[in-house]
Structures are given as structure tokens and as C-alpha cells.
């Protein structure tokens, strides 16, 4: 475009010029006939042109200059703008490398904290079982002695937060899932303890609660050790009742496993999701188009 523009302007100068000659030597001729042609020759070999027309060329030369001088300018500017554009690139390319690395080191980790969740979630299932066997006429004792429940590992939360901080927007869901899900079940559990003190009544239907609380703990975090050791995993939408039940089998309480499938119907392919949390399934479905 710019040589197409150069060229524009340089016919058009000289085509000026040119006509410019031409009108003088015609009119000289038309004039003075044909003699004067020899003396238009020798006005045009002599330069005096020059001195005639020289407001015209300096007029032609400024407009030249003047537009070298612009189209020099111009790519300065297109120069400093692709060189910014580099920088740019590079520095995306950079972030989006190190957003890469910090997403691999933290799913390769993941396997680890999601191993302590499960760990969690089995030890404390273990102490609710026991004070199941507590319960008289289905009312937990007030002045039952049991042992402190497990805290969850204090490098769990901060690792997953920062691995929610690396993931695409849907992946994060799923840990955001589990993070609320640990939340709700560490507040019921350290709630207990103070409820025996005050003299709350705890039936064995609460116990069995916090129980599938632990289970649906358990399983949300099983159903995510595949997407840390291999990135084409599939992660599930939800977890199901017959989730639920599995983790009941895998936590070892074996003892009321069958008696909690009867009563929740967890031999069911259902959604298990007891939680608040629920409520931002259709919107979540919308934005990432899973299927009800």
C-alpha cells in the first residue's frame, strides 16, 4: 500500500511538472512561431525553468519531503508497535508457561492431599460408628466419653486452594465442591461435642447424618484422584448414592453399612447431594453444557 501511494505521488508530481513544460513551450510556439522553439531548447537546456517555476518545485519538493518525512515516522511506529506486540506475546507466552508448570506440580501432588482427605473421613467415620454402639433407645448419652475428632491436615486447604487458583473454570468446581462439602461436615462434627455439654439431644438418626457426611467426603474426594494422575480424565458431574455406598464399605464400617443402604436406599444410581451447594447445579450445567 505504501509503494502504491509513493508511486501515486511521484506520477503526480512529475506529471505536473511535465504538463507545466509543455503549456510554456506551446504557448512560446503558438507565440512566436516555430523559430522560438530553438529558444525554448536552449531556455529549457539553460535551467532558467528553474528560476520560473521555482515557487512550483519547492512546492513539489516539500510535498516529497514531506511525505518521506511521515512515511519514515510511520515506520518508526509500526517498528516500536511489533516490537511491543513481541514483548507482549513473550510475556504471555511466560505466564501461561508458568501457569502450566504451577497446574502440573499441583495436580501432581493432589493425589497426596486427596489421600489425607480420605484418611480424615476415615478416621472420624470410625468414631461416629463407635457412638452409634453408645446409643440407648436410639439417644445418644449426654455424658458419653468419646475421642476428639480428626482435624483436617492444615496443608490440605491451602493446597487446594491454590490448585483452584490454576484450574479452567469448570475443573475448579469439583474442588470447589469438595471444599465446601469439607466445610459443612468439619462444622457438624466440631459442633457435636458442645451440643452433649449443653445437653442437646443427639439421636442415632444425627449420628448416621454426620456418618454419609464423612462417606459423601470420602467419595468426592476418590472421584478425583483419577483427574490428578491423568489429565484426559473425566471428571464426574456428581456423586451418587451408590458412591455413597461404596465409600461406607471402603471407611470399614461394615457393621451398619447395610442397615444405612436399606434406610437411604443407597443401592440407587441417584444424585447424592444433600448439600445447599446444590443449588448452583443448573447454573453450572448452563455454563459448561453437562446433561441433567
Known amino acids: ?53 521555482q515557487g512550483l518545485i519547492t512546492g513539489i519538493g516539500a510535498l516529497v519531503a514531506a511525505y518521506f518525512s511521515v512515511r519514515e515516522i510511520r515506520c518508526q511506529i509500526a517498528s516500536s508497535e511489533a516490537i511491543a506486540q513481541k514483548q507482549i506475546a513473550s510475556a504471555e507466552n511466560l505466564e501461561r508457561e508458568r501457569r502450566e508448570a504451577r497446574k502440573s506440580a499441583n495436580l501432581a501432588v493432589s493425589p497426596l492431599i486427596l489421600s489425607s482427605i480420605c484418611q480424615y473421613a476415615e478416621t472420624n467415620g470410625r468414631i461416629l460408628e463407635s457412638l452409634l454402639s453408645e446409643t440407648i433407645e436410639k439417644i445418644l448419652p449426654n455424658k458419653v466419653k468419646f475421642e476428639d475428632f480428626s482435624k483436617l491436615p492444615t496443608d490440605v486447604t491451602p493446597a487446594l486452594k491454590e490448585l483452584v487458583e490454576v484450574l479452567s473454570a469448570k475443573e475448579r468446581w469439583y474442588f470447589q465442591r469438595l471444599l465446601y462439602i469439607l466445610q459443612v461436615e468439619a462444622s457438624k462434627l466440631s459442633a457435636l461435642k458442645p451440643d452433649l455439654m449443653r445437653g442437646t439431644i443427639v439421636t442415632r438418626s444425627n449420628l448416621e447424618s454426620l456418618i454419609l457426611g464423612q462417606a459423601a467426603v470420602y467419595a468426592e474426594a476418590s472421584a478425583l484422584f483419577g483427574f490428578g494422575r491423568s489429565s484426559g480424565f473425566e471428571l464426574p458431574r456428581s456423586i451418587t448414592k451408590a458412591d455413597i455406598s461404596t465409600a461406607l464399605f471402603l471407611l470399614g464400617l461394615h457393621g451398619i453399612r447395610d442397615d444405612l443402604i436399606e434406610r437411604y436406599k443407597l443401592d440407587e444410581d441417584k444424585v447424592w447431594n444433600p448439600y445447599s451447594f446444590g443449588a448452583h447445579l443448573k447454573s453450572e450445567s448452563d455454563t459448561f453444557g453437562w446433561k441433567k
Open 1 to 53: 500500500m505504501r509503494r502504491d501511494w509513493w508511486q501515486v505521488l511521484f506520477g503526480f508530481s512529475t506529471g505536473i511538472l511535465a504538463l507545466s513544460i509543455i503549456f510554456v513551450a506551446a504557448c512560446k510556439i503558438t507565440a512566436f512561431g516555430a523559430n522560438s522553439l530553438i529558444y525554448f531548447v536552449f531556455w529549457l537546456g539553460g535551467l532558467g525553468w528553474l528560476h520560473d517555476y
